[in-house]
């Protein structure tokens, strides 16, 4: 359904693309004084960026490759760390070594010193060294045929809320952010591209002019470019992770695949990430699906190293596509994770930059380059401030959470998790609405929270509620919650009694397909119950 | 070229290593790490504890043990074991919605369906809260 087309918006700068760059450029140019519009076709952060390993790290593997990829993504892991500080948590790898890989301790250890050097620009500790006995002590489920162990130190985040608090702050500063809203053409005026159309939820078609319209839709930018007729040529890469909703142990460990690679079993803030892959991607962007092949490949690097892995319950699984830089010729897993901008002005078509490549780690200085390459084009004089200036909700310190469970009568697990997702902000979010009714028990997150995120952080449907406060996003995968967030959800927005029923069903369906590939024997037996307590949805 | 360099120097960095091995006798780090890590909240999960642990994570938050049993301090039992179960590194900061009575666990996990072992979830949610 598409409607005329209503008059034309004026900005100085359009991104297209609300992942994490985008989302870091939108902030870096409000920031600047710069008028914005950032457009994404989905939520904030549903493409890559969610799909990712939920990491601030500073690739210790580029080591072998290039030492200022390591420097660069440490240094900016600083400055994210600094100013995102309510959303950030140490992650402490024990790396055990086994006979026969690849790396022997020495070797595993020198690379640990070298990282060192770097360590202190993210604010993260050295490694330590530890025996078989000292490495079991720390996590009993390790092999017992690990020969010594090593420790390394990065950060984890929810880049969820990372991408939204850069929303958030860049429309603060005067930007317009919407979701849910494609682009579907550029308009072009001879060479240069002068604005976009697009697609909002509600089928509205519009159009926004704009001096620079910048590119940053990650593995979908070549299809952006093609809007221009430049080629952007990546070589995109898909990953997946297994989740677990419970942290399986309090420090992660990494392993060795079948092929040598690094995997990672990362324990976050209550839940685990096993993955990753990365193979070559050549399918539909906008349906990436797991295969069980990719499951078992994780399942078997990491049960050498952590045997009981079979035994616990993955919840669901993520995927993603890397918009890695195109090279021929390269192992997927030896391609660089740099980055370029690229001002297709040298192509005859001006007014229209292209960021592609890089990870969420530097996202913070792809955008700072990206900004500085749009500011360029424009004459426009303003220093970049993201490296310093805060994110909504770090602007103080935040209360101590038994106080503020005390004040709005909440579990102080509960005011622990609300403080990570909004910082010092919290209150004012349980003051929105005047309810202590736990929703969604297993995060555990509050009405008031799902409320405030309905009414201020441009949440439409049971996704968006997942992604931006982690509805459903525990251990009953939404079993117990689904059914009442999607009646606060309707009630804010109006849905009636079968809506808010069709946007239960829809979201439960939606999770089966991420879970039915991970499925084992007691993954079933807990299916069927959960299908039971559903089973007025219909599924 | 940067991979040559790269390799160069990590080959430098290897045989400075070695030799630092050699020359100087390895003390024990595991205390180091404990304690530059205690502040994070993270303890480890005791061998028993990791063996049973499979076992003590099933819970998918039915609710049936609240109805037999009700609440460990102010939190239901259920939360207990689909919550804070999941081994928050910061959990010693909820540590007071922990305290206080004591409920029948041994009737609060004969009415969970899945078998969940309450009084052993209740023990290890405690020692990790206390810190």
Not at chain 1, 223 to 235: F, I, N
Not at chain 1, 467 to 475: E, F, K
Request: glycine share 10%; aromatic share 6%; hydrophobic share 40%.
């Amino acid at each position: 359904m598409s409607r005329e087309p209503t008059h034309p918006s004026a900005h100085d700068v359009c991104v297209i693309g609300g992942g994490v760059t985008g989302a870091g450029i939108a902030r870096d140019l409000a920031l600047r004084g710069l008028s914005v519009l950032l457009l994404e076709k989905g939520d904030w952060g549903a493409g890559t960026t969610g799909a990712s390993s939920w990491m601030i790290h500073g690739g210790p593997r580029y080591l072998e490759f290039d030492w200022d990829t390591t420097r660069l993504s440490c240094q900016d892991a600083g400055h994210i760390v600094t100013i995102a500080r309510n959303m950030v948590y140490r992650v402490v790898f024990v790396i055990p070594v086994l006979p026969h890989d690849r790396n022997n301790i020495e070797r595993m250890e020198t690379a640990m010193e070298v990282y060192d050097r770097f360590q202190p620009l993210k604010k993260a500790h050295p490694h330590r060294r530890l025996t078989p006995a000292e490495a079991l002590q720390v996590e009993p489920g390790l092999t017992p045929d690990l020969i010594a162990a090593v420790t390394m130190e990065e950060w984890g985040v929810d880049p969820h809320r990372l991408v939204f608090a850069n929303v958030q702050d860049a429309v603060a500063h005067g930007a317009r952010a919407l979701n849910h809203t494609r682009v579907t053409d550029l308009v072009r005026d001879g060479g240069k591209v002068i604005g976009v159309r697009y697609q909002g939820p509600d089928g509205t078609t519009s159009e926004a002019r704009a001096r620079v319209v910048v590119n940053a839709a990650g593995p979908w930018s070549p299809e952006v470019g093609a809007m221009a007729e430049v080629p952007v040529k990546l070589r995109p890469a898909k990953g997946i992770h297994l989740v677990y909703p419970h942290r399986i142990s309090n420090f992660s460990i990494s392993g060795e695949s079948v092929d040598g690679r690094d995997l990672l079993m990362v324990s976050h803030a209550g839940f685990t990430l096993l993955g990753t892959t990365d193979d070559d991607f050549y399918g539909d962007l906008d349906s990436v699906d797991v295969i069980e092949d990719e499951v078992e490949y994780l399942l078997q690097g990491i049960e050498r190293v952590f045997p009981s892995i079979r035994s616990y319950r993955p919840v669901r699984t993520t995927t993603g596509v890397r918009p890695t830089l195109f090279k021929w010729r390269k192992y997927e897993d030896e391609l660089s994770r740099r980055y370029v901008v690229i001002d297709h002005a040298s192509e005859g078509v001006d007014g229209f930059v292209t960021i592609a490549g890089g990870k969420l780690s530097m996202y913070r200085l792809m955008a700072e380059e990206t900004s500085d390459a749009v500011c360029r084009k424009l004459g426009h004089q303003a220093p970049c401030t993201t490296a310093t200036r805060p994110l909504p909700g770090n602007e103080s310190d935040v209360d101590p959470p038994e106080e503020l469970a005390e004040r709005y009568r909440i579990s102080a697990l509960a005011a622990i998790k609300l403080q990570s997702r909004h910082g010092s902000n919290a209150a004012k979010v349980l003051s929105e609405f005047d309810s202590e009714r736990l929703l969604c028990r297993c995060e555990p997150i509050t009405e008031a929270e799902l409320v405030y995120s309905v009414r201020h952080e441009q949440v439409r449907g049971l996704a968006d509620a997942f992604r931006r406060v982690g509805v459903a996003a525990g251990p009953c995968a939404g079993a117990s919650c689904v059914m009442r967030a999607s009646a606060v959800i309707g009630r804010e927005l109006g849905w009636s009694a079968s809506q808010r029923f069709d946007a239960a069903r829809d979201f439960i369906r939606g999770s089966w397909l991420g879970r039915a590939p991970i499925l084992g024997h007691s993954g079933w037996a807990q299916e069927e119950l959960a299908r039971g307590a559903l089973r007025g949805l219909n599924l | 070229m940067g991979r040559t360099d790269s390799l160069a120097k990590l080959a430098w960095a290897y045989g400075r290593h070695l030799a630092r091995r050699r020359l100087t006798r390895p003390r024990s780090q595991l205390k180091d790490l404990l304690d530059t890590y205690a502040a994070d909240g993270m303890i480890a999960l005791e061998p028993a504890e990791r063996l049973r642990h499979p076992q003590l994570i099933g819970c998918i938050n039915c609710g049936l043990c609240a109805l037999a049993a009700g609440r460990i301090g102010r939190t239901r039992l259920p939360d207990v074991a689909s919550s804070y179960m999941r081994l928050y590194a910061r959990l010693g900061g909820a540590s007071s919605d922990l305290s206080g009575g004591e409920p029948d666990l041994e009737a609060a996990a004969a009415a969970c369906p899945v078998g969940v072992p309450l009084a052993e979830v209740a023990a290890i949610v405690r020692r990790l809260s206390a810190g």
